[in-house]
């Protein structure tokens, strides 16, 4: 099994740009998740998605869209890319919450800058 | 949420214990207790995680107070691969909130 995968691995882009990060699993899992982490900061949560044709706001969803047209992808989109956009993104997938036990498994990581 | 509180960086010796904490005096009755780590340049890893009870597995043990206000990671014999970010979490729901971590560094 690959596990999570991220596409691409590293991205410059310009400001005002559009680009689709593609993240993809193959463990079944029906939660999938967004992440971007700044230097010297932990993980924090754009979007996420509980299965198939639903997602939701994390905490700093601005700037972003996203969309699970099928269970083992989730997109993430940046429509006019902006330099605060910087920063390296991780995707995450985990099976549903079951009140127990909520591994989640992620990516190896997009580097974006932004220019 | 619930936050945790962990200091920003320790250091240990190769082969030796190390007992990395984190207080999370807000945390509620049904908060459960997770540990991830993220090694240079990669994706954060769980390595363990409990409620009330000790919890031990290939990788660490979780010492859980018994207020469960504080809880200790140890790793019993740190290795230079050891050597990474190690985030204390309280779940929420779905999510993870990660805060800025322990930054461990393993001396040879």
């Known amino acids: 099994n690959a596990g999570v995968t991220q596409t691409p691995k590293f991205r410059v882009l310009k400001t005002g740009q559009s680009m689709t990060l593609l993240c993809a699993q193959d463990m079944n899992h029906e939660y999938m998740y967004w992440y971007r982490q700044d230097p010297g900061m932990g993980l924090r949560l754009i979007h996420y998605s509980v299965g198939e044709g639903t997602t939701a706001k994390g905490e700093v969803p601005d700037g972003y869209n996203v969309s699970r047209l099928k269970k083992q992808n989730f997109l993430l989109g940046l429509e006019s890319a902006a330099p605060s956009q910087t920063s390296v993104y991780f995707c995450a997938s985990s099976y549903r919450t079951t009140g127990t036990y909520n591994e989640q498994f992620f990516g190896p990581g997009t580097r974006l800058t932004v220019l | 949420d619930a936050k945790t509180t962990q200091p920003n960086s320790m250091e240990s010796n190769e082969e030796e214990p190390v007992h990395l904490p984190c207080n999370h005096s807000?945390?509620?009755?049904?908060?459960?207790i997770h540990w991830y780590r993220q090694l240079p340049s990669q994706g954060p890893e769980y390595v363990i995680h409990g409620l009330t009870s000790n919890v031990n597995n290939r990788m660490a043990s979780l010492a859980i107070a018994e207020d469960r206000k504080s809880s200790t990671l140890i790793l019993h014999r740190a290795t230079l691969r050891d050597a990474a970010v190690y985030y204390c979490i309280l779940r929420d729901g779905n999510k993870l909130v990660f805060g800025a971590g322990t930054i461990l560094r393993v001396k040879s």
């Open positions: 807000t945390i509620s009755g049904t908060d459960y």
